[in-house]
């Protein structure tokens, strides 16, 4: 074999060692998923799960480092301007990445194109609560707030987030008007709600559900087409705010990379992605936290839902105009 070959068949050889070592090595450090709102939120606890779940897959340690600000941004744009190698995941939501690009007037990302996505991974139904002794219904809590507009508000986790487009959707739908604070994430209005500072905040179900069984507040109506199994005493929004038709809202939660992530390692952590949401644990878990499970794994599953919720919500965005628009 002349020189020439042997060099040649070397560096192929070489090659291809080296194509699965990446894979293979990868994760070698600890893994950090960043949470784009504050602790003690839905999201916050459902990252803290899958955190857990897909650590023991990869190996490693999976960090949550919640940089909330800005209704997601903050969070957002850390994970896009981090190094594509696969330490550093986003645990975004359907404000982050399917209404994102709808609210804001000069968005500092595309959700699109700035990411790539492994998996989608399900989410929690939105829920309205209020203090125990505000009214029990949606529609004579709206009928009292019209009759003394200047003593209603209600909180949610941020302008042009997902639980708040929702909320002013169902008052558009109720022919109401209720005041709107915003703030960096649904715990710090829940606790405004427990202090009596806002007459309604918006969460989830299975965030909300532990204080409404406690009797420290009321869960007025559930996002959903019918009754929740696991809180059948509460209404529908529908039922409550006495709407036509029914009328749902989910928060899912998508796990996203910056793009031109290495294949092989996107492809790792799509397989700790499935692996993680199917252990017993997991799904134990996430039925407690009424967290429903919707698995799509790798990118263009993912990335079709992302699109196809963003192509759903866009009309109602356009209706509700400023009142949501950052």
């Keep these: 074999m002349q020189r020439r070959d042997i060099l040649l068949s070397t560096a192929l050889a070489t090659l291809a ?7 293979q090595s ?7 998923l960043v949470v784009p709102f504050p602790p003690g939120g839905p999201t916050d606890a459902f990252a803290r799960l899958f955190a857990d779940a897909l650590g023991k897959q990869l190996g490693q340690t999976v960090i949550v480092d919640n940089k909330a600000g800005a209704s997601g941004t903050i969070g957002s744009l850390d994970v896009k301007n981090s190094p594509p190698d696969g330490y550093s995941l ?6 982050t990445h399917g209404l994102y690009n709808l609210i804001e007037r000069q968005p500092r990302y595309d959700a699109a194109t700035d ?3 492994i998996a989608m991974l399900g989410g929690a139904p939105t829920a309205l609560a209020v203090p125990i002794n505000q009214p029990e219904t949606l529609k004579a809590l709206f009928e009292a707030a019209k009759k003394d507009p200047a003593k209603f508000s209600y909180g949610s986790p941020g302008t042009g987030t997902l639980l ?5 959707q169902v008052m558009q739908l109720a022919g109401a008007r209720i005041l709107h604070v915003p703030y960096k994430g649904t715990g710090p209005a ?3 709600l427990l202090g009596g500072n806002i007459q309604m905040a918006v969460g989830t179900l299975g965030g909300l559900l532990p204080l409404h069984r406690s009797g420290k507040l009321r869960i007025v109506g559930v996002a959903t087409a019918k009754r929740m199994a696991q809180a059948a005493d509460i209404p529908t929004i529908a039922e409550s705010a006495g709407l036509a038709e029914p009328f749902e809202a989910l928060l899912w939660n998508v796990v996203a990379v910056p793009q031109k992530t290495p294949v092989d390692v996107r492809k790792r952590l799509a397989d700790a992605a499935r692996l993680a949401m199917s252990q017993p644990e997991m799904v134990k878990a996430m039925s407690e936290q009424v967290i429903a499970a919707d698995l799509r794994i790798g990118d263009e599953a993912a990335s079709a839902y ?13 209706k509700l ?3 949501v628009r950052s």
């Excluded at 060692?17 to 894979?23: D, F, G, H, K």
């Excluded at 990868?26 to 950090?32: A, E, H, N």
């Excluded at 992302?306 to 356009?318: G, H, I, S, Y």
């Design 115 to 117: 990411f790539d996505y």
């Design 190 to 192: 829940v606790q405004d």
């Design 306 to 318: 992302v699109r196809a919720e963003a192509l759903r919500w866009k009309p109602v965005v356009d």
């Design 26 to 32: 990868y994760p070698s450090r600890p893994v950090r």
């Design 17 to 23: 060692a080296s194509l699965p070592v990446r894979a």
């Design 321 to 323: 105009g400023d009142a």
């Design 90 to 95: 986003l645990f975004g939501t359907a404000s």
């Design 164 to 168: 708040h487009v929702a909320t002013e």
